[in-house]
């Protein structure tokens, strides 16, 4: 055993096989999993905390500039620190709505826009609450609350580092950098071939300021560390492994390969699966379940990831609830327990897609948008009890990292990995995630709640719960038989007259056809004499 | 004096084929340009079609108007146009014509529907013209004027006319489908000049051909039936055009199929199988087997992916690596050919489809109306109603039908190959012709989609079989069917 798994073995205890065969452990897990009240703990703990009511105004999306995306990027963060979002363009902003919010962001993305911000810069002048700008203009109180001094350069190439996490070769064009400040500052940034540095953002009190921030890079992170202290979140947070592109006609042996050696290497991970809506008693759908319910048993946590939504024109949208609880359902009748769902960024800013679809769960894990299809769209956000920010693995492992091992970010973080297609790929991944030196997360560790009519599946400290019952982790597998009747034969009535009318039938047809014969050779035989009588004539 | 001159210019002019033609004119009018107007609701497929052809959603409230109401305004780009043709099809021909002319007498900016339908309605009145004088020609004109009759009542039907209104490719294959059979049954009675019906008959066949992807087998079969043309004529020239403008049909028929976009091949590549191979499989792991593909996506089966909520995306790389690439068009039909009853099964269930004009899914009124979501037009129907209710919906049905029909015709046609008459041997190829490509619809569907949209995709097999049953029954009633084929081919 080397010094990485002396470590885990040390902090994480259960996840190691030697101590979870121990009976005291067993024992240990089913007193804690007896003496919890379970049925609204993570409910209780979201009680805790008032959530934080966020307005996030902007001037423009930036599309096709390198800052396209970065409104959808600070609404999925924003969400990770469980915050209520309500995003609106300066335009859409209705005046003396500024109010009603303890939190708010101004974003200009485009210095060239001619815009005054009309009626959200006059509220923003009398506005008490907590303020953070990003991008260019910023207001007048605000710069001088935090005293800042700043220059500007039309093109440079800057490294950044925050944490312990850097980057270097960013490309930025009509970058502000701040020279002086009242207040803490976060992040650094330095300039190539220059020895001065500046901060990467900085905060006064309930006033922020960054004057870049991009997606794609690790701008996009930095900003989490200075909203993490802006928005007042304590919680402590943890970085999560997490696998997406699970179907039931994924290589479902893989899979289970896959959980076993995670688990060999102390490693707790989460699996985003799809959900089947129909043919769930086929053996097909039984073997994806068995196979769930391994890599459950294997501190693997399920979530359930949102349908493939291919048409939005159907006027037959109002299912989703009873199909996601259906698919719940199934799972937990297997003994899997799905803890959230995963969806993409605009499921929350949906008013169908969040009652309908989400409505079951109270923790969700949020993808960067994909093809946006929006039903009913809003502007605010539902926050959860508990929300992850997702980051491709390959993008943080592009990033320098000062140890060799991640610290978890500010906000809870799933590391995002496609669940490989071929054999090449899984060894190539599992060797990845065993030969990382960082600890990750247990999401069962936290509390999680889901809710459907016939089940209330819940965790906390490690332990499953199906309507109050502790889970049982089972890695023995059960082998699916094949055989089942995929077309039903329907009732049959009359069988017995049926055959027996055949049989008749059948009958009637060989005597008809021998009656036939006959009277063919007879015929035959009297033409054939008629001829010869010819003949001899 | 005057009244006698009108009166007697009617008489003059009056035939059947004008009576036809005006009285389908005038019906059609009022279905489609006097208010209530009559149209079809988008089911999702427009926009591949008019973005491509500089045209865009312009009602606000369009989402919620999909299936359910007929939308007749629609933007024009006022920009450049990103959009490039998703659609290889002839009907954007049409329709960026209606767009000039809209241009022309309407607006810069906004596309009224309605200039296409009257497009359409033109070429749909000369088509009804061309085949009631091929039928009527030198006929009586009181049994003349029963065929008239029985044409305003089928091609007037709005089951079929609100297509113009809308941007469906089912208005080009309706119209071209009758002009291709119109011109060839003129050049069987060698009616009107040869090379210009010639010509008709071959624009029709390809704009027909390149109207729908489906139709790609329409240009093969018109290519292979029309040899006939060929030998109708001796001189040179006329048999050196005819042949070159098959082989050219020919060549267009397998080039509509080599440029239908993946898109299209995916959407109906997965319901082939989920819908279609797998549906009445009693071991569909067992199939998936015989395909090579892994048994798990047995979980498909069923599966439409037109449903709002699916388990997969149905262009995502897992499927196109491990479902889409193991089957084709050819190991399905193999597939067919070797578990016949799964065959007859699918075919029963298009026969259940295939004699509904106008599919259920879609409304024909304005939201502005104040109908209801989805409501059916009655105006006009009668014909479209009667057949839905009284057809006997089995394949064996059509197999009757086809034989009946054959039956029908083929002692004329024996008498002509007997005679050597290429052009008396026409009428049984033009009527074998249809068939084949109402069947070749029936198949391409379920080959290639499996039960998928059905009623829709078999739009061309209930076309062909109206054309084929009014032209037996103008026959019966012209006493044409196996009598003196006189003036036809003299």
Known sequence: ?537 | MFVRTVSRNLLRFGTPAVVAALGVLIITILALFVPPFIGMADNGDYFRIIYSNGLYFSAPDYDQQYLGYFVKEYGIFQYFNENSASLFSSQSLFIRMAIAVNQWFYSNLWFDIRFQAAIYLLLYVGAVYLLVEALTWKLPRKRGFIIAALAIFLFADTGYTAYFNSFFGESIVWIMTLLVFASGLLLWRKRYNDYVLLAIFVISALILTTSKQQNAPVGLIVAVLGVVLVFIRKEKKFRLITWTALISLFAVGVGTYVLIPKEFVNINKYHAMTRGVLLYSEDPEATLKGFGIDRQYAVLNGTIHYLPYTTVDVDSQLLEDNFYSKYGFGSILTHYITHPDQAVKMLNMAARNGFTIRPPAMGNFEKSEGREFGEHTTFFSGYSLMKDALAPKTFGFVVIWMAVVIGFYMPTFVQAVKARNARQQLRLGLVLMLMLMGLSGVLVSIIGAGDADLAKHLFHFTATFDLVTFLLVADLIGKRLWGNQDEAAA
Request: glycine share 8%; charged share 20%; aromatic share 10%.
């Open chain 1, 1 to 537: 055993m080397n010094r990485r798994h002396r470590l885990r073995e040390l902090t994480i205890p259960f996840a190691q096989p030697d101590w979870r065969s121990s009976i005291s452990v067993r024992l240990m897990m089913l007193l804690i999993g007896l003496m919890l009240a379970v049925p609204g703990v993570a409910a209780a703990a979201s009680d805790e905390k008032q959530t934080s009511q966020v307005l996030l105004v902007y001037d423009s999306l930036a599309l096709g500039s390198g800052k396209e995306g970065n409104i959808e990027a600070l609404k999925r963060m924003a969400a990770a620190f469980g915050a209520s979002v309500t995003v609106q363009s300066f335009d859409q902003y209705v005046s003396g709505s500024i109010s009603s919010y303890d939190y708010v962001i101004g974003v200009r993305n485009r210095e060239d826009l001619m815009t005054d911000g009309g009626s959200f810069l006059q509220d923003l002048s009398h506005y008490e609450g907590a303020y953070l700008h990003i991008g260019a203009n910023l207001p007048g109180p605000m710069r001088a609350e935090l005293r800042l001094l700043e220059e500007k350069r039309t093109q440079e190439t800057i490294s950044l580092s925050i944490g312990q996490l850097a980057e270097s070769s960013i490309k930025v064009s009509g970058g502000r950098f701040i020279t002086s400040y009242n207040g803490e500052s976060y992040g650094t940034i330095a300039m190539d071939g220059r020895q001065d540095t500046y901060p990467y953002g900085v905060r006064n009190g309930s006033t922020a300021y960054i004057p870049y921030y991009e997606k794609g890079n690790l701008s996009e992170l930095a900003l989490g560390y200075l909203l993490k202290d802006w928005l007042k979140f304590e919680k402590e947070t943890q970085l999560y492994v997490l696998f997406t592109e699970i179907y039931p006609f994924s290589d479902l042996q893989a899979l289970v390969r896959m959980a076993d050696s995670l688990y060999d290497a102390g490693i707790p991970f989460i699996v985003s699966v799809r959900p089947v809506f129909s043919n769930t008693d086929y053996p097909a759908m039984k073997r994806y379940l068995e196979a769930l319910k391994h890599v459950q048993s294997r501190n693997g946590s399920v979530v359930v990831q949102a349908p493939n939504v291919s048409a939005t024109i159907s006027q037959d949208m109002t299912t989703l609830d009873l199909q996601m609880a259906e698919f719940i359902n199934v799972l937990a009748d297997y003994g899997v327990a799905p803890l959230g769902v995963g969806a993409e960024m605009y499921w929350v800013y949906d008013q169908h897609y969040i009652t309908k679809g989400m409505g079951a769960f109270d923790s969700s894990v949020l993808f960067p948008n994909g093809e946006v299809k929006h039903m009913a769209k809003v502007d605010t956000t539902k926050a959860f009890a508990s929300s992850l920010y997702t980051v491709e693995m390959s993008q943080i492992e592009q990033l320098q990292r000062k140890e060799l091992y991640l610290e978890p970010l500010p906000m809870d973080t799933a590391l995002v990995l496609d669940f490989p297609s071929d054999e090449e790929k899984l060894e190539a991944t599992i060797d990845r995630l065993v030969e990382e030196w960082t600890s990750f997360g247990d999401y069962k560790n936290t509390g999680h709640e889901v809710k459907t009519e016939k089940y209330e599946i819940a965790s906390q400290g490690g332990i499953l719960y199906l309507n109050g019952q502790a889970v049982t982790l089972n890695a023995a597998d059960r082998l699916i038989s094949s055989d089942y009747e995929y077309i039903s034969k329907g009732e049959k009535s009359f069988e017995t007259l049926f055959t027996m009318q055949n049989k008749i039938l059948i009958v009637l047809i060989l005597l008809s056809l021998f009656i036939f014969g006959c009277f063919l050779i007879i015929g035959y035989r009297m033409y054939k004499r008629k001829y010869e009588i010819r003949r001899r004539l």
